[in-house]
């Protein structure tokens, strides 16, 4: 792995953390730690929780209890970057691919500054290294469910994000697009950023994660893809039907 | 005359340049609502003796914040709560109207406005809206953006994201007191949505859109004006028929796809 510049590295861990919606348990008991430099695979069936999971380290749903805790190495370190399941998006709105793209430096220029030459530098580099320099003045309607992840993920770049969340990221994206995007996670993840993407497909996990969470309301198995899924941990994910899974020999 | 065509060409260019986040969120209707809930405001303004524009301000932000309150505090939808707020005030205006023995004011004249009439008072207060507005879309802009294409994304990146959503619901209040003084409360929606609606088939780019809107706006809005003028007829619906006519052009000659 390479040597991360300071200002990415960050650690996550969640301690016992539980939360309720609508007066559900959604999540319950969940711990785990990730270390700096990790892509990790958040899965599990409908209704696991995936999302919820999400939401609660973004601060976007009250923690009932336990603690989210997010340690970066320094003051320049940015924070997170949360890119939502496409239906959370408002496509009806004209965008260009360079505007969400800017959006990332929004919370670094204040209320009263414009986006300046520093700015717009930034963003042409985040969309040269998701490899979308030329699309720049593509709408976003016009793009691929592949490239408009990686629009995102320039996006979080351009936050200068130490942790991002991806939400179904693979939904919608063709296999090779699902490559694409996973070889510019990797180079993030290469800079000592943490990558969470939660997805449904538990097919090509390995090779592409370090690190796997199997989740179905409370933590199932968390770690490398290789060991995770066994009978057990598929049973409790996806019942009976995980069993056959793994005898299947798809796992 | 010059003072109905300063408020006219205020309205027109007001009016689209807010209504087309609205039309692009899905929050048209809210401006509807807005317009209606300022009327407890115009009929105090009225009753107390100062200009009713100025004392729809309060009003109108009021329950642009109120709106939000609402539907957060009680997990409703927020056009459930719009709907709420918008019949509430408005059958407050109405009462408070029925009661009072001093005014002296046609409810159709609120209803469908009275541009001719508008008072230099009433241009006075368009005029510093309008800098307010233009200050605040200028200021936002970038986190108007973020929070009307992507909610969530914008929330996690900064707590300033809800804080352009409230400027956006005020904006959105301030623009519709301009419009009600042209439009009146039934037909500012017309300048608010349709505008922006047809440069939203026309052109491409959110700005554009802006800009395209403002344009089309101040034009229906002048357009309007003299018709009203030369044929006697009430300046809102003059206003309202020139856009939809443009509206309905666009909509013949339109290069967006439906999405």
């Known amino acids: ?32 730690d990730v270390e ?52 959370s998006v408002n496509w009806r709105l004209p965008v260009t691919v360079m505007d969400v793209v800017m959006m990332g430096r929004c919370c670094r220029l204040g209320w009263f500054r414009r986006p300046g030459r520093r700015d717009r530098e930034i963003v042409k580099a985040c969309l040269g290294r998701v490899g979308l320099w030329d699309h720049r003045s593509a709408l976003m309607t016009e793009l691929s469910g592949g490239q408009k992840q990686r629009v995102f993920v320039g996006r979080a770049l351009a936050q200068e994000a130490s942790v991002l969340l991806l939400d179904e990221a693979f939904s919608g994206v ?4 699902q490559e694409a995007l996973v070889e510019v996670l990797q180079t993030l993840r290469d800079e000592g950023r943490i990558v969470l993407l939660a997805t449904h497909d538990l097919t090509n996990l390995t090779g592409r994660f370090d690190q796997v969470l199997c989740l179905n309301r409370h933590v199932c198995a968390c770690g490398p893809p290789e060991q995770v899924f066994t009978p057990e941990v598929m049973e409790q994910m996806y019942g009976a ?7 299947d020999g798809e796992r | 005359m010059v003072r109905a065509l300063i408020g006219a060409i205020l309205v027109g260019v007001m009016c689209p340049l ?41 009003t109108g932000v009021a329950v642009a914040l109120l709106v939000r309150a609402v539907s957060r505090r009680a997990g409703l939808s927020s056009d459930t709560s719009i709907g709420i ?137 002048v357009t309007g004006l003299y018709v009203s003028y030369y044929l006697n007829l009430s300046a809102g619906p003059a206003m309202t028929l020139v856009a939809s006519g443009i509206f309905v052009l666009a909509l013949a000659f339109k290069r967006r796809a439906p999405a």
């Open chain 2, 85 to 221: 707020l918008f019949a509430t005030m408005f059958a407050l205006g109405l009462v408070m109207l029925a009661r009072s023995t001093t005014i002296k004011v046609n409810i159709e004249d609120l209803l469908l406005g009275q541009i001719l009439a508008i008072t230099p008072t009433g241009i006075y207060v368009s005029l510093g809206i309008t800098v307010m507005v233009i200050l605040g879309l200028f200021t936002f802009h970038h986190w108007l953006l973020f929070a009307s294409f992507d909610p969530l994304g914008a929330q996690v990146n900064s707590t300033r994201a809800n804080v352009a959503d409230y400027a956006f619901l005020v904006m959105l209040a301030l623009v519709v007191v301009i419009g009600i003084q042209a439009a009146g409360i039934v037909l500012v929606l017309a300048m608010l949505v349709t505008p922006a609606a047809t440069a939203y088939l026309l052109v491409r780019r959110f700005v554009s859109i802006m800009i395209t809107a403002a344009a089309l706006g101040a034009a229906a809005a």
């Open chain 1, 1 to 32: 792995m390479i040597a991360a510049p300071i200002s990415h590295r960050a650690s996550m861990s969640l301690q016992d953390v539980s939360v309720e919606i609508g007066g559900h348990l959604a999540l319950s008991n969940v711990t785990f």
């Open chain 1, 36 to 87: 700096a430099g990790t892509l990790m695979g958040v899965v599990g069936p409908n209704g696991a929780g995936k999302s919820t999971l999400f939401n609660a380290i973004a601060g976007l749903l009250p923690v009932r209890q336990g603690t989210v805790s997010l340690h970066r190495a320094g003051q320049e370190s940015g924070g997170l970057a949360y890119v939502p399941q496409r239906e």
């Open chain 2, 18 to 58: 807010v209504g087309s986040y609205a039309v692009t969120r899905n929050l048209a209707f809210i401006g509807d609502a807005l317009a209606h809930a300022v009327l407890p405001g115009i009929v105090l303004g009225y009753i107390v003796g100062i200009n009713p524009a100025i004392a729809a301000v309060p």
């Open chain 1, 174 to 177: 063709d296999v090779a697009a």
């Open chain 1, 241 to 247: 039907h995980g069993v056959r899974l793994t005898t």
